[in-house]
């Protein structure tokens, strides 16, 4: 397995997997209609690719045999929440596909943009989470994130409670 950082040619590989990683991980919490008309409209290729090309945003790859079965994606904060303020970073995504998870790959790649995320200068680093997504929740508290807000997650018609962690930006 390797990892590298994703350029804007891979704006479509990017997205793909990200459907793919989001209906494999949460696609039995939703009716298929709410399911559809989310993946409709999340992932557009276009989007990922200006975003890549900009600088602002970076993504990671981890790759098997040079096939793409998980990723990290950071950028600017987008998280409603009142503390955050102009140049916090987002951990925005970290998936892995089933078939490629528990071998530390995840970690790795959170590794990765956490450190990409901590080299700019913000004052704190923020990640969104499902509330019920334990396993994550106790993953980003052992780098530091504690859980100071909520939000409602739209997936069609259904409204997820997602938590919001923060963790200052450390120095040095």
């Known amino acids: 397995m390797?990892?590298?950082r994703a350029t804007a040619d891979d704006a479509s590989t990017l997205c793909a997997l990200a459907e793919r990683t989001f209906v494999e991980t949460f696609g039995h919490l939703y009716p298929p209609e709410d399911l559809a008309d989310y993946?409709?409209?999340a992932y557009p290729v276009a989007l990922q690719r200006q975003q890549l090309a900009s600088g602002e945003y970076a993504a990671w790859l981890l790759e098997v045999d040079g096939e793409a079965v998980g990723f990290a994606f950071a950028g600017p904060c987008g998280l409603p929440h009142p503390d955050v303020v102009p140049g916090d970073g987002?951990?925005?995504r970290l998936y892995v596909l089933r078939d490629?998870?528990?071998g530390g790959h995840g970690g790795q790649l959170f590794t990765a943009a956490l450190e990409w995320l901590q080299a700019r200068d913000s004052?704190?680093?923020?990640?969104?989470?499902?509330?019920?997504?334990?396993g994550a929740q106790r993953f980003y508290?052992?780098?530091g994130f504690t859980h100071v807000g909520?939000?409602?997650f739209p997936v069609g018609?259904?409204?997820d409670r997602e938590f919001i962690l923060r963790r200052e930006r450390l120095v040095g």
């Open 123 to 134: 004052q704190a680093l923020w990640i969104g989470v499902w509330s019920e997504n334990l």
């Open 157 to 159: 018609r259904v409204r």
């Open 150 to 152: 909520a939000y409602e």
């Open 39 to 41: 993946l409709a409209t």
């Open 100 to 102: 490629h998870q528990s």
């Open 90 to 92: 987002e951990l925005k």
């Open 2 to 4: 390797a990892i590298r």
């Open 141 to 143: 508290g052992r780098y």
